[in-house]
């Protein structure tokens, strides 16, 4: 009844871990990694605009959160959205992009956010992509289009951060 991978016999389906959605009970819903990406412009080269990540609470406070706390390489913010809280503990990990951080603590499966730094000579484009797998049981209650509106609005705010630190304007 089952082939040499585990998969039922007949399956199109080419070992184990192959994902094969005939086996997914009907109603059950298949998460899946989401992705949020805002960019800039700004005319200042990229140590200039890294300078702006060494304040990471007024970087992070640029997003708009209602609360932003930094302990070490452990930044907590929080938001009240309706009459939910959402709080998150995000933590800096060592990347050859200019910042990133991962949730270890809050309401996705999996979140991890970077900024990208590409440019010279006075001139640099600023990236931002949050990759997001919703979980637990606010994130699970939540749309994803919800967050991704929410999320593009931070990174977007963040990015302003930035160049204004950057240029001064």
């Known amino acids: 009844m089952f082939d040499s991978g585990g998969c039922p016999s007949g399956s199109p389906a080419a070992g184990p871990n192959v994902f094969d959605d005939r086996l997914t009970p009907p109603g059950v819903p298949v998460v899946t990694m989401q992705e949020v990406t805002a ?18 609470e007024a970087f992070m406070d640029a997003a708009g959160f209602d609360e932003v706390t930094v302990e070490g390489d452990r930044v907590t913010v929080e938001r ?9 503990t995000l933590e800096i990990v060592d990347s050859d992009d200019a910042l990133t951080y991962e949730q270890v603590e809050g ?29 637990g049981v606010i994130g699970a209650a939540l749309d994803a289009t919800l967050i991704k509106r929410q999320r593009t609005k931070e990174l977007e705010d963040q990015l302003a951060y930035l160049e204004e630190t950057a240029t001064g304007t």
């Open 39 to 56: 960019s800039r412009d700004v005319a200042a080269d990229p140590e200039s605009i890294r300078a702006g990540f060494e304040d990471m």
């Open 80 to 88: 009240a959205i309706g009459l939910a809280e959402l709080e998150l």
């Open 107 to 135: 309401m996705f499966n999996e979140m991890t956010t970077t900024y990208r730094l590409d440019g010279a000579d006075g001139e640099t484009t600023i990236t931002a992509q949050t990759q997001f797998e919703l979980g």
